[in-house]
């Protein structure tokens, strides 16, 4: 049984950072493409980093050059590092894992799994 559990959400100024961990079990965490995914009130969900299993990241445009996604394979954890953080990055932060190793096709056919999610906020 899969389950993905995110830690690390709170409230920081505007410019400030913040590292989201995402722990996972129940599978093989390093074969899996692995993502985090954030839904702000109001708005569709929205993918914002990924990373495969060869460790390969890819990352929205929204969030390039601030964000950082990556995984400790001997601690099953994946992190998000966030940094000059913006009021409009407040949302809700999904950890998801995707079955195929490469995350262009677990997102095209769907990511497997997910977590509860952590809530950021961020403050003007």
């Known amino acids: 049984q899969v389950h993905l559990v995110e830690s690390g959400g709170g409230t920081v100024q505007a410019g400030g950072s913040l590292r989201l961990s995402c722990v996972a079990s129940?599978?093989?965490?390093?074969?899996?493409?692995m993502g985090w995914f954030r839904q702000a009130p109001g708005k569709e969900r929205e993918r914002i980093a990924t990373?495969?299993?060869?460790?390969?990241?890819d990352y929205a445009d929204s969030v390039k050059g601030r964000f950082t996604i990556s995984k400790d394979n001997a601690k099953n954890t994946l992190y998000l590092q966030m940094n000059s953080l913006k009021p409009e990055d407040t949302a809700m932060y999904y950890c998801?894992?995707?079955?195929?190793?490469?995350?262009?096709?677990?997102?095209?056919?769907?990511?497997?799994?997910w977590g509860k999610g952590t809530l950021v906020t961020i403050s003007s």
């Open positions: 998801t894992a995707g079955e195929d190793g490469s995350c262009v096709s677990s997102y095209y056919y769907g990511m497997n799994y």
């Open positions: 129940g599978y093989t965490f390093n074969t899996y493409c």
């Open positions: 990373i495969d299993s060869d460790s390969s990241t």
